[in-house]
């Protein structure tokens, strides 16, 4: 991997960044789509992906998906065997099942209570009519494994032993194993939801409606109510966006569509709209971001306000790249500095793009740093880089001008928070 240094005799790439000449783009110059650049860059990773598994030595096949209910089941099973034996209690659900010996038969047995929980008629409902989008989907029937495990904790057995048709067990729930369960459902579900991703909230939801329905059995009210607020809080959590904004400092306030937010807030919004979000902090220049939500979408914003700088600050800048140049210029005079040639002060900017190719698609990785001199000489210095990314002859204009920008602001951003301005022969008030 050779690393290709960005000069101002030379583009980042040929309809990049306009160089010292000025040159402009032709005009049949296409825009490329943002689904057009997500599919180069599916190909690509798949493309170095491939490239890469060529020098690694193959590993033995394994069926990820088998081995995990395998697990599974062996620890089903195990915990089957230190099962106690009913004796005595008021029976609430029984079910009995044959198989060819006492593990068989308990498993059999154990599942078809399960089964019992899932599809309680009442439960699905109460469930159903709550449900933003009024249906049951199947989730809600196809996790056997986690009503199994749930209800396992308090489940005992009865051992009938051999008969014509097989040996012979029935599975008991008593009234008191019932409100254990319960108890644990709900205490499993009491947490703050909120940051938790979509396949983990899928799973709680499954456990809410276990809990409606053994709380439907048991007619507790009050647990059916707990269950009932907790699938339309999940069914909100998966069918709304959510947005994390971390930021520094972190008294920060965070503005959306008019409505202040605290920082590490998470911020629920409607999907597949586009918001603006301002941050702002007294001391530090504010941040416009724009960002789109899908449905059920989470994105995380984190940031560094560069600080304003106080009193009369001159500096000059020289960057290998006339954008970035552009991007540093902006930057500066926003936090509070003057831009002139023949400043004392000098931030040197340095951006370098580390470039491989492969079947048509071109590795990134890029590094910039800046560097700040007080009558030549270095008082603080900051490197970023970035993880790799690809792009084609196409797409590259598209893809490589936004991310350069980004870290160069993020590097511009940690230099100006970590500057002792009196250094700089300025910013005493």
């Known amino acids: 991997m050779k690393p290709k240094v960005i000069i101002s005799a030379l583009c980042l790439s040929a309809t990049l960044f306009s160089c ?76 009995c099942a044959y198989g060819k010996n006492q593990k068989d038969a308990r498993i059999t047995a154990l599942k078809r209570v399960s089964q019992d929980i899932l599809s309680n008629v009442n439960a699905l409902e109460m469930t159903k009519k709550q449900l933003k989008n009024g ?17 396992l904790k308090e489940i005992q057995f009865k051992d009938l032993g051999r008969t014509p048709e097989g040996y012979k067990v029935c599975a008991i ?41 053994l709380a439907e059995t048991a007619q507790d009210k009050k647990s059916i109510n707990f269950g009932i607020e907790k699938i339309k809080e999940i069914d909100r959590l998966l069918n709304y966006g959510r947005l994390n904004v971390n930021v520094v400092p972190p008294y920060a306030t965070v503005i959306i569509q008019n409505r202040k937010y605290k920082v590490g807030k998470t911020v629920l919004l409607e999907p597949q709209k586009e918001y603006f979000v301002t941050i ?94 007080a009558n030549g000489k270095p008082i603080i210095s900051k490197t970023g880089k970035m993880k790799p990314f690809f792009t084609t002859k196409e797409t590259e204009n598209s893809v490589l001008k936004p991310k350069v920008e980004k870290l160069t602001r993020a590097v511009l951003n940690s230099l100006l928070n970590n500057i002792n301005t009196e250094q700089l022969g300025g910013g005493k008030e």
């Not at 088998?66 to 230190?82: D, N, W």
């Not at 494994?145 to 209800?151: D, E, Y």
């Not at 499993?188 to 329905?213: D, G, H, V, Y």
């Not at 540093?328 to 040197?348: P, Q, R, Y």
């Open 280 to 373: 702002k902090a007294p001391g530090y220049r504010s941040i416009r971001k724009r960002v789109y939500l899908g449905r059920g979408e989470i994105k995380n914003i984190s940031i560094e306000l560069p600080k304003l700088v106080k009193g009369n600050i001159t500096v000059s800048i020289k960057a290998n790249n006339p954008f970035v140049k552009r991007l540093a210029e902006k930057s500066m005079i926003n936090s509070g500095f003057t831009i002139k040639d023949d400043a004392a002060n000098v931030l040197k900017i340095s951006i370098r793009d580390f470039t491989s190719s492969v079947k048509g698609y071109t590795k990134h990785q890029l590094e910039i740093t800046a560097t700040l001199y």
């Open 173 to 213: 729930l008593t009234e008191n194993g019932l409100s254990k369960t319960i108890s644990f459902i709900k205490a499993s579900l009491q947490r703050n939801l909120t940051e938790l991703p979509p396949e983990e909230l899928k799973t709680l939801k499954s456990k809410a409606f276990i809990l409606i329905s």
């Open 20 to 95: 010292a000449s000025s040159q402009t783009a032709p005009p049949n110059t296409t825009n490329i789509k943002d689904a057009d650049i997500q599919a180069v860059q599916s190909k690509s990773e798949k493309a170095f992906q491939e490239l890469e598994e060529e020098f690694k030595p193959s590993p033995p096949p394994a069926n990820s998906t088998q081995e995990q209910k395998t697990e599974e089941t062996e620890t089903v099973e195990k915990e089957l065997e230190k099962a106690p034996a009913y004796s005595t209690g008021k029976i609430v659900i029984k079910e």
């Open 135 to 151: 249906k049951i989907t199947r989730e809600y029937l196809s996790n056997t494994v986690i009503g199994t495990r749930t209800i």
